[in-house]
């Protein structure tokens, strides 16, 4: 009996010599960091959820929440800062209204918002971009960082768009852009604002990176000429005419993508129309259009015409029958008499971010300030445009002529404040250069980063 | 009882009589205590007799007793001494001190103490004090009874969350609630309900089950349960079977009860009159082109809303009634002992629609193998069936009928259900739609103990919890907010806990003062959870409920998770002669749930002791009689919630249909607990033989390295741009006081009183960046108390025009506040406006014997608390937001005309006049409630003799019977169960009050 003592308590012993490693559990629902970035096929998948949170809400409330940038969120913004009397504002969120009054806080929540997903976009990417030695197969990986530069580029063009001061073409551009961030997540970083020149040059870097990696043709996701024509609004945007024109040329010219035959044709398709160079996916199931919530009624999905059209734009145009002034539909319910716009009538249409008709305007308006033909005479591109609309021909251009055609054919697509900063034209009153046209650091994010400076006209 | 019984017991009597008239004789004598000091007012009687007397102030006494009978005496503080009647005619005694109370054994976790020599803070509760309490859960029988421990339900839901607060809130983000330990096994405490509204994850134990309960407050008691013991640890005792005759008890209970308290709300005539003065005040009807008149017949259905007047208030309550159950055995022989039990409890609440229903079974064994060897088995299983209702802020939970208009019936003529009413008619959801959710929990506990030794045992115990739950939800058709065609949700969730536990303990004297005992064990504790749901649309008809019968699968989801725990302890126990006591002990716990740097924490305590009565000069006192210091120091930590907090991940996504990897969780490898450091300073005294006895207790808390996620710069690119970080402290502090005292003590009648007090003051010392985190109306700021409210300051009615005014609270420019009034509450600052927690808790509880009578209650009180009536902007607007029908006093102290001096302002329909979020729906939740009282009589042991029985009681009892308070809602301890967070307490909202039970009910036992 005793034996049979000495026994249990040798058993009792080696129960009691339990194995620490029983303590490194691993989650069900999740994969660890070093587990996600162990495979080509799971960097891609990294890269695919920059997608999704560019156009992501959240809508199932599942951590962490976005706000969907590209959904809509920024093109909002940037019309309703730019435009005065062609809309109107009838939505109850405060952060649009004090945008459209021209009027923002340092915490306004669209600054914040637009801010914090951008760097949400850019983490992604940039572990996408640490981790290419996975790939084995180089034209996967090119394909791969491709569209990882894309993305870069876009969101950082974006950004020192809203929180910078215009790039000014005849140099000097020492005005503080955004932290330029190339690396990926890492809790303790720290960075102070780069300039604009700075971000500038990544942006082009990267999209020019992107051009040369990207195929000619990538299904939904970014190829070549997406990347080419994102290139030739950037080059627009800072004053490189030659630049911007010989990109949207190529696309023209290349990229197989050409106008629809109507206008309507190019707006709220189910999947993308020939039009569209890059668009977001939206479906029933994911993402959200954000351009579908602010302007369309409650019966198409929307608030309830929280933007509406005036009569101040209507008057641009320059005849009744142009297919783009009539592009509209009367406003029912909350919205009852209010002019609201066709453009976002789909509340689960992809949301177009470029399409052809801005690159036939870029080369136009470059085509014209250069005095040169490159693909098309201005005249006569201009002409085609407005043609597919059954708007009259024009006997002769001038750049005012064409700008305000920007106006028309681009409206509520994010152009307005962006295109009357590069051509110093006043706001409201507020000339093109004023504190207020340009979004505040948000409080939150100078909270969190003592190093960032604030914007002039804010505190 | 045969009739040859009875009559030898007749025989027996009168022989007795005989003989005692032949030998009856005086004695005399003299009655000293232990140290020879004579005693007054020693107790005296003839055994069997009521014939007695005292001792007199010289312990000298005298009394006419025969032969053959025994004398006993009795005293406080001192063992019965019983003396047979000889032929002498002196018969002196000397009384011994009766130690019983102090040599109460104290559960202390991997081992048990007496309480004499105990240097921590432990609160025990018997058995004795929690039956016959008519609540569900066992928790809700402790209130009241330990200093320092304050227990809330969250309101009236018989299925509702408790909340159990020792010493004060210690967390900000991870648990706020003490360990949970049954007879040395983890239980799990997890909430698993399916909805936010808390529940009970306790509600399986059987009260009749427990034996006691020991609560470890102080850090040095919780430290041998280390990373989870900063919150306190309550060890839960079942009973076992004795050595002995069978023992076989029925308990059996039947009661009614009914909301603790109703509110007055408008009756039809002064809806009417209010509105009419409102619209008259607006104008807003009319600007819309509508009338009162018309707006209220919209209401009516088919019939008159003059001929109406609905009381919603009678439909959302109903009468509860409760039966209860429970069957145990007990014995056992010299090697095998045995507790088996049954119970079952039907319970309807006062909520219309809630109901409880729990079967438990019980069989608790113990069996001796040889000398060495003895082994045992625990094991319960329990079903609980719960008929819940929705959250405190859905439309269609009973209690926000109280919103609808009186005007308005709550059936048409043809006794259909009206669905016309203001908001949606709850008794549609009532009929048409049920929630049933089935616990069943399986408790079980294996072990052995060696005895390797005579000084030295092996105890090893395997633990099992094993709790399940199955929801079944169904909305018909014609429920309320019911889009397709009926809908179900059929969800089922499994969570288990496998527990070992091994230690050995060597007790050793050396010489014949110094007593050592070691304590050195281990535990592994594993935790898994499962969980599938699945929700199914549109059904044929609504006797269709279950999934298989569903048009469409509209959602549906699955998850599994797990945790580990790894630990070392040792514990040392020394004492010298008995006087001078020491302890201290360590554990070291690893937890998978810390970070990878931190993945062991070490969580050392220490105490002393001295009794200071066993010293000579004092010994001989009799005035105070036992006198104990205590001080005590330890570290305890708190677990992370977050099952994998620590580790960066990446979850599923997807974009355009193809599979993304998002970055959903920043990593933090140095991720740990929480940690509390606590001292306790502590003076155990007894006056007059302990016949007054009491506690007096210091503690100050300070717990460190808070769990808070902390914002990090965007540009760091993280997920949701925080982190899971160690960040931020507080501290509780306070003073507990106990009392009991003896009052009367002799062989016919007992009365004995309890008094505790506590004083807690909690301080937020240090915040991430020292920034405030608000969270709606409560925040958390540096030098306040957790969870503060935080709100604009009302300031009342402007007697000139009936304007509501609010105090501007603006910072003037040296740095004071601008308390003038606005009466535009935008304009007002939200200033730190009160605290959820109380400052001080209170118990009392009384106990009377006499002869076959017994009598005892306890009162519970807190003050310094506040509560905050969420719902008070609808039922206290005046009609500005929304027609809910208001509560009286809006009606009977209305501004009306200038001059009108009132704290209410002038009624306007649909216009803000007072309404906005402020102090004015602030209230101080002080109160003294009569928790429970119970009067029993139970039969004489000679009548139980002839019955054959050693027990019969009936008694009669009653929960909630009164209540004190100035609050005007329904329950000062009552809150809103949709919105219940570590961060978002002390609102009540449409919140039910607690049942007032009345309990007739019968204990048997042979």
Known sequence: ?459 | MNVNKLFGALIAVCCTLVFTQAQEKTITGNVVDQAGIPLPGVNIVIQGTTTGTQTDFDGNYSIIASEGQTLLFTYIGQKTESRLVDTSSIINVQMQQDAEALDEVIVVGFGTQIKRKVTDNIAKIESEQIGGIATPSFQGALIGKAPGVQITQTNGKLDGGLNIVIRGLSSVTASQQPLFVIDGIEMNNNDISSTTAPTNPLLALNPNDIASIDILKDASAAAIFGAKGTNGVVLITTKRGAQGKSTVSLDMSTSYGQPSNKRDWLNSADYITLLEEAEANSGFLASIGLTVDGLLQGFAGDQDFRDVNTDWQDFAFQDSYIQDVNISVSGGNEKTQSFISGAYTNNEGIVRGNALQRYTVRANIDHKVNDWLSLGLNSSYASTIIDRIANDNAFVTPMQAIAQIPTSPAFLSDGEINTNTLYANFLLQDKFSFRETKRRRLLGKVFAEIKLHEKLRWQTELGYDYLNQTVDRNTGRLAPFQSTNGQTFAADNGAEIISTNNYITFDTTLGEASNFSFVLGNNYTRFKNRTTSVTGDGFPTDDFRSIASAALISAGDGTFTNWAQLSYFARATYDYRGKYLFKASIRRDGSSRFGSENRYGYFPAASAGWIISEESFLSGSSTLSYLKLRGSWGINGNTPIANFGSLGLFGGASYNGESALEFTQGENPDLKWEETEQINFGIDFGFLNNRISGEIDYYKKNTEDLLFNTRVPFEASLPSHVVLQNVGSLENEGFEFSLNTTNIQNPYMTWKTNFNIAINKNKITNLPNGEDLITVRNILREGEPINSFFLIEYAGVDPANGDALYVLNTENPDGTLNKNATNDPTEAERIVAGNPNPDVIAGFSSNFNFKGIDFSFTFQGQWGGQRYNEAGKFQESGLGNGLDNQDQVIFDRRWQNPGDITDVPQARLFVNNGHSESTRYLQDADFIRLRNVALGYSLPQNVLDRLGMSRVRVYVSGLNLLTFTDYRGYDPESSDDSAISNTNSGTTFYSAPQARVYTLGLNLAF
Request: aromatic content about 10%.
């Open chain 1, 1 to 459: 009996m005793k034996y049979m003592r000495n026994i249990i308590v040798l058993l009792v012993f080696a129960g009691f010599v339990s194995c620490e490693n029983e303590l490194d559990l691993e989650p069900q629902q999740s994969i660890s960091i070093g587990l996600a970035t162990d495979t080509p096929e799971n960097i891609n998948a990294i890269l695919l959820a920059a997608y999704d949170i560019g156009r992501n809400t959240s809508p199932d409330n599942v951590l962490p929440l976005y706000n969907g940038n590209y959904s809509g969120e920024i093109s909002v913004a940037v019309d309703l800062l730019g435009n005065t009397d062609q809309v109107s504002w009838n939505g109850t969120f405060s952060n649009l209204r004090d945008l459209f009054n021209k009027a923002m806080i340092n915490d306004n929540l669209s600054a914040l918002n637009i801010y914090a997903d951008s760097y949400s976009i850019i983490g992604h990417v940039n572990t996408v971009l640490a981790n290419l030695d996975k790939f084995e197969d180089a034209s996967e990986g090119n394909r791969v960082e491709g569209e990882a530069k894309f993305l870069r580029g876009l969101v950082y063009f974006d950004m020192v768009r809203l929180y910078g001061q215009q790039y000014n073409a005849a140099g000097n551009n020492t005005q503080l852009g955004v932290p330029i961030v190339l690396l990926p997540p890492d809790v303790s970083r720290a960075v102070p604002r780069d300039t604009v020149e700075d971000v500038y040059d990544q942006v082009i870097s990267d999209l020019t990176d992107a051009a040369a990696l990207l195929p000619e043709s990538n299904g939904d996701r970014a190829d070549r000429y997406a990347a080419l024509a994102v290139l030739a609004r950037v080059y627009l945007q800072q004053g490189n005419f030659a630049g911007a024109r010989d990109a949207a040329n190529e696309v023209l010219q290349s990229s197989g993508h050409a106008l629809t035959t109507t206008y309507a044709e190019a707006f709220d398709t189910d999947g993308n129309s020939n039009e569209t160079i890059f668009s977001w996916v939206v479906t029933v199931q994911e993402g959200s259009n954000n351009y579908n919530v602010y302007y369309a009624t409650q019966a198409l999905g929307g608030r309830g015409g929280d933007i509406a059209i005036t009569q101040a734009y209507l008057d641009k145009f320059d005849s009744p029958s142009d297919e783009r002034r009539n592009f509209t539909y009367l406003g029912e319910g909350v919205s009852e008499g209010f002019i609201l716009t066709s453009k976002f009538r789909r509340q689960f249409a992809n949301v177009s971010h470029i399409r052809i008709g801005e690159m036939h305007l870029i080369r136009a308006e470059c085509n014209f300030r250069l005095g040169t033909s490159i693909g098309l005479a201005p005249l006569a591109e201009i002409n085609a445009l407005r043609g597919r609309s059954s708007a009259p021909a024009l006997g002769a251009l001038t750049l005012d002529l064409i700008l305000n055609e920007r106006e028309l054919e681009l409206a509520f697509e994010g152009f307005t404040l962006h295109d009357y900063k590069r051509t110093e034209r006043a706001i409201g009153g507020l000339p093109f250069n004023d504190n207020a046209l340009v979004f505040p650091i948000p409080q939150s994010a100078r909270d969190r980063n003592p190093l960032l400076e604030q914007n002039p006209g804010y505190n």
